[in-house]
């Protein structure tokens, strides 16, 4: 389709203090994208002059996201700004970048034709949509320089609710703490932004779409993609489909309950699980996207998934899974509701790891968890002798060992698993992978879990979120904390609980030191490890939207022996340590967790 030639403007805009990306992206709520003016036009300009030139030169950017409130709106704002600051002829193009704030020969007038970054051609998802782990794929096929992808995960979507905007770099995965610095160094002297204001882009016809522009450039491209096709092609070449559709529509079938919740890999469960692997329409629920999930919290746990849970308790049904609103969490339950956990998760996968075809092939080259993760996951890489990353919270981290070919598995307690056939948690592939066991070992979910336990051990894990709480007493608590368990006296103190005597071992806050680029990152997580292996570790979250802190406690206890009691039961004596000794409730007037998982 031929369009313009368009306009295309250079806008001053001023900057906002606070546009450093957390865990995974800038998340803000709804309406600070739309009251405060540029708010999004400055970010997206941020990312923009972020990437160096000649990485821009005809090279592809993806877009996509979970089709949450205010995504079609910011899909428009950035294809206009790719466009304006998109230049695809590169003999016409001019080195200079669109920095603002670094010092420029000349200065585009609010109406000239931006002569800066190139985005050759943007990539992006039908009607909008791309689940996070298909963005990964779709960037890693494409060979694009990264994507923009428009989710803030598992929070809450609508007018109230929360928006989010990622930036993932070539490898498909996260952009590191060193490009998310750049973005937001960038952000805090942007004074201008480039948009052709005029681009009206189609989003719901597959294929390319041309449009001139007034600077006389060659013509910006955009592609909408199938990328449910895209991903589905990649799982093909992973899994064994014709064993799992044996096991999903064969005799001696399974069956299975899964929830999309409401989120953008409705359509991804649809065509893998229902067309393609057989298994019959009604075991896939909430599968059409909506923009606000449904009203509720698109968050794969035993709180938010509760319906899943309340269907599978019944005992209908064999193997139940949820997804998160951009498809990157997963939570899987055994019949009648037996919950594994995402700790549990990935060591069972990990043991089982040559059920899955791409592993046979490809060999396994490491594992790794994030430090708050329980150390199920190193029982198993100790008896497998294969190596054990321990690396902190957020999705990057695991990015830099998998292009360096030293990780191959993955995972983390907050419903992440996946593998390095992409640069993200995938919350789908988690459940083919679970599948795939199921169809070698031909076990129930409770079977194999329990195996794992008797031959393993059982590290008993929950994690206790206080949410919006006030930041000052947050960050007070912690700093409190620090100075408590830095003392030298702290290393050997006794904590007992009833019966139960605990004595520290090592406490310090934790810091990493990546093995590939030997890049450091601090102030990860105050962990306190107890003789017996047990640990408690407290966090302030980075992917906060309300503007208030959630604190994070995380409990974990090993039993060799004792491997069938319930969790929180075992847990309790930490639970309680753990509250004595940072004062939390106390200091925030809190008498229990928002959230306990
Ligand atoms: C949370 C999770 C973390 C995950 C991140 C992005 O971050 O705890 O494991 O990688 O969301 O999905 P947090 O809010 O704890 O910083």
Same mark, same amino acid.
């Given at each position: 389709?031929?369009?313009?030639?368009?306009?295309?403007?250079?806008?001053?805009?001023?900057?906002?203090?606070?546009?450093?990306?957390?865990?995974?992206?800038?998340?803000?709520?709804?309406?600070?994208?739309?009251?405060?003016?540029?708010?999004?036009?400055?970010?997206?300009?941020?990312?923009?002059?972020?990437?160096?030139?000649?990485?821009?030169?005809?090279?592809?950017?993806?877009?996509?996201?979970?089709?949450?409130?205010?995504?079609?709106?910011?899909?428009?704002?950035?294809?206009?700004?790719?466009?304006?600051?998109?230049?695809?002829?590169?003999?016409?193009?001019?080195?200079?970048?669109?920095?603002?704030?670094?010092?420029?020969?000349?200065?585009?007038?609010?109406?000239?034709?931006?002569?800066?970054?190139?985005?050759?051609?943007?990539?992006?998802?039908?009607?909008?949509?791309?689940?996070?782990?298909?963005?990964?794929?779709?960037?890693?096929?494409?060979?694009?320089?990264?994507?923009?992808?428009?989710?803030?995960?598992?929070?809450?979507?609508?007018?109230?609710?929360?928006?989010?905007?990622?930036?993932?770099?070539?490898?498909?995965?996260?952009?590191?703490?060193?490009?998310?610095?750049?973005?937001?160094?960038?952000?805090?002297?942007?004074?201008?932004?480039?948009?052709?204001?005029?681009?009206?882009?189609?989003?719901?016809?597959?294929?390319?779409?041309?449009?001139?522009?007034?600077?006389?450039?060659?013509?910006?491209?955009?592609?909408?993609?199938?990328?449910?096709?895209?991903?589905?092609?990649?799982?093909?070449?992973?899994?064994?489909?014709?064993?799992?559709?044996?096991?999903?529509?064969?005799?001696?079938?399974?069956?299975?309950?899964?929830?999309?919740?409401?989120?953008?890999?409705?359509?991804?469960?649809?065509?893998?699980?229902?067309?393609?692997?057989?298994?019959?329409?009604?075991? +896939?629920?909430?599968?059409?996207?909506?923009?606000?999930?449904? &009203?509720?919290?698109?968050?794969? %746990? #035993? =709180? @938010? /998934?509760?319906?899943?849970?309340?269907?599978?308790?019944?005992?209908?049904?064999?193997?139940?899974?949820?997804?998160?609103?951009?498809?990157?969490?997963?939570?899987?339950?055994?019949?009648?509701?037996?919950?594994?956990?995402?700790?549990?998760?990935?060591?069972?996968?990990?043991?089982?790891?040559?059920?899955?075809?791409?592993?046979?092939?490809?060999?396994?080259?490491?594992?790794?968890?994030?430090?708050?993760?329980?150390?199920?996951?190193?029982?198993?890489?100790? +008896?497998?002798?294969?190596?054990?990353?321990?690396?902190?919270? &957020?999705?990057?981290?695991?990015? %830099? #060992? =998998? @292009? /360096?070919?030293?990780?191959?598995?993955?995972?983390?307690?907050?419903?992440?698993?996946?593998?390095?056939?992409?640069?993200?948690?995938?919350?789908?592939?988690?459940?083919?992978?679970?599948?795939?066991?199921?169809?070698?070992?031909?076990?129930?979910?409770?079977?194999?879990?329990?195996?794992?336990?008797?031959?393993?051990?059982?590290?008993?894990?929950?994690?206790?979120?206080?949410?919006?709480?006030?930041?000052?007493?947050?960050?007070?608590?912690?700093?409190?904390?620090?100075?408590?368990?830095?003392?030298?006296?702290?290393?050997?103190?006794?904590?007992?609980?009833?019966?139960?005597?605990?004595?520290?071992?090592?406490?310090?806050?934790?810091?990493?030191?990546?093995?590939?680029?030997?890049?450091?990152?601090?102030?990860?997580?105050?962990?306190?490890?107890?003789?017996?292996?047990?640990?408690?570790?407290?966090?302030?979250?980075?992917?906060?939207?309300?503007?208030?802190?959630?604190?994070?406690?995380?409990?974990?206890?090993?039993?060799?022996?004792?491997?069938?009691?319930?969790?929180?039961?075992?847990?309790?004596?930490?639970?309680?340590?753990?509250?004595?000794?940072?004062?939390?409730?106390?200091?925030?007037?809190?008498?229990?967790?928002?959230?306990?998982?």
């Amino acid at each position: 389709m031929d369009k313009g030639p368009l306009r295309v403007l250079t806008v001053p805009t001023t900057p906002y203090s606070d546009q450093r990306p957390g865990s995974n992206g800038l998340r803000r709520k709804v309406h600070v994208f739309q009251s405060r003016r540029n708010y999004l036009h400055n970010f997206i300009q941020c990312i923009f002059s972020s990437i160096d030139l000649r990485d821009r030169q005809g090279s592809a950017l993806v877009v996509g996201g979970d089709g949450r409130f205010f995504s079609q709106m910011a899909i428009e704002v950035i294809v206009q700004m790719a466009a304006a600051n998109g230049v695809s002829d590169s003999t016409t193009a001019s080195l200079l970048t669109l920095h603002p704030g670094a010092s420029r020969s000349t200065r585009t007038g609010r109406h000239s034709p931006v002569t800066s970054p190139q985005v050759g051609r943007l990539i992006v998802g039908h009607r909008g949509f791309m689940s996070t782990p298909a963005c990964s794929c779709v960037i890693r096929k494409f060979k694009a320089i990264g994507g923009i992808i428009l989710s803030a995960g598992h929070s809450p979507a609508g007018p109230d609710g929360d928006f989010g905007i990622k930036f993932n770099t070539a490898n498909g995965g996260p952009a590191n703490e060193a490009v998310a610095d750049k973005i937001y160094q960038i952000s805090r002297s942007i004074e201008e932004f480039a948009i052709c204001p005029g681009l009206r882009l189609d989003l719901t016809t597959l294929g390319k779409q041309t449009f001139d522009l007034e600077n006389k450039f060659k013509p910006f491209t955009v592609e909408i993609v199938d990328a449910v096709e895209s991903y589905a092609n990649l799982m093909r070449n992973i899994f064994d489909f014709a064993a799992l559709k044996e096991l999903l529509s064969g005799e001696n079938r399974i069956t299975v309950k899964l929830d999309a919740m409401h989120g953008v890999v409705g359509p991804y469960v649809k065509r893998i699980l229902c067309e393609e692997l057989g298994c019959p329409a009604n075991s +896939a629920v909430n599968c059409v996207p909506s923009d606000d999930f449904g &009203g509720q919290r698109p968050d794969p %746990n #035993l =709180m @938010d /998934a509760a319906d899943l849970l309340d269907n599978m308790r019944d005992g209908e049904h064999d193997f139940g899974a949820a997804f998160d609103g951009d498809g990157d969490r997963n939570m899987i339950l055994g019949k009648h509701g037996l919950f594994v956990t995402p700790s549990d998760s990935v060591a069972v996968i990990a043991d089982n790891i040559f059920c899955i075809p791409y592993f046979q092939h490809s060999g396994v080259r490491g594992f790794a968890r994030s430090m708050p993760t329980s150390a199920a996951l190193d029982r198993v890489a100790k +008896a497998t002798q294969i190596e054990l990353y321990e690396t902190p919270t &957020g999705w990057k981290f695991f990015g %830099n #060992l =998998m @292009d /360096a070919g030293r990780l191959s598995l993955c995972g983390e307690e907050s419903f992440g698993t996946s593998g390095d056939h992409i640069r993200e948690k995938d919350g789908l592939w988690a459940a083919l992978a679970w599948l795939s066991i199921l169809a070698t070992r031909r076990q129930s979910v409770e079977d194999i879990l329990k195996y794992h336990w008797l031959k393993y051990g059982r590290n008993y894990f929950t994690r206790y979120d206080y949410e919006n709480i006030d930041i000052d007493a947050a960050c007070e608590m912690m700093e409190d904390l620090e100075i408590m368990i830095a003392d030298k006296s702290f290393v050997k103190r006794r904590f007992a609980v009833e019966d139960k005597i605990y004595r520290v071992e090592k406490a310090d806050n934790f810091e990493y030191t990546d093995p590939v680029d030997s890049s450091i990152t601090r102030n990860q997580g105050l962990r306190i490890v107890f003789s017996d292996g047990s640990r408690i570790i407290y966090r302030l979250s980075g992917s906060e939207s309300s503007g208030g802190a959630t604190v994070r406690i995380y409990l974990e206890s090993y039993e060799k022996e004792y491997v069938f009691q319930e969790t929180q039961v075992v847990l309790a004596p930490l639970a309680t340590i753990a509250l004595k000794i940072s004062q939390l409730h106390h200091r925030t007037g809190r008498t229990g967790p928002s959230v306990i998982t």
